[in-house]
């Protein structure tokens, strides 16, 4: 990955693994300061021309994939501000697994959990006693749709 304002080979530069290891790929992210845009690059020792050994990097454009990201995060950032926010409880589960995903702060305080409640079983935690999905989930109704 060329760069802006280097003289020599940047300190990041995959060559140093590929040398102890030229068998594995390396792949990696970076910012890239001539073009002002991200790429994940990979990189490979090949043989080129009379079996000589030399690195083929190449490298996919990952800006609009990180501002995305970026923006989803903002997102999720705000609806759970929104839902912490909400004079109600809320718990998100996965349909599949039954495992929490967000609980709002207020469903956190009437039931006395803490933060390490995200990725439990719902019915394990704010059920006593259940041994199974309980049978008024609304999972199973939602399911069938």
Do not use: H
Not at 46 to 54: D, E, F, Q
């Amino acid at each position: 990955m060329i760069q802006k304002g280097f003289s020599e080979r940047c300190p990041f530069c995959p060559v140093f693994k590929l040398e102890r290891d030229p068998g594995t790929p390396v792949v990696w992210e970076a910012y890239n300061t001539v073009t002002g845009r991200y790429y994940k690059n990979t990189d490979s020792v090949i043989a080129w021309g009379y079996g000589r050994k030399v690195q083929l990097q190449y490298a996919i454009d990952m800006t609009n994939i990180k501002a995305a990201q970026a923006e989803a995060a903002n997102m999720l950032g705000i609806l759970k501000n929104i839902l912490n926010g909400m004079d109600a409880y809320v718990y998100v589960s996965d349909m599949k697994t039954d495992r929490i995903l967000f609980i709002n702060n207020r469903m956190k305080e009437a039931f006395g959990l803490g933060e390490e409640i995200v990725g439990k079983v719902c019915w394990k935690v704010l059920q006593d006693g259940f041994t199974e999905r309980c049978s008024f989930c609304p999972n199973f109704a939602l399911e069938k749709n």
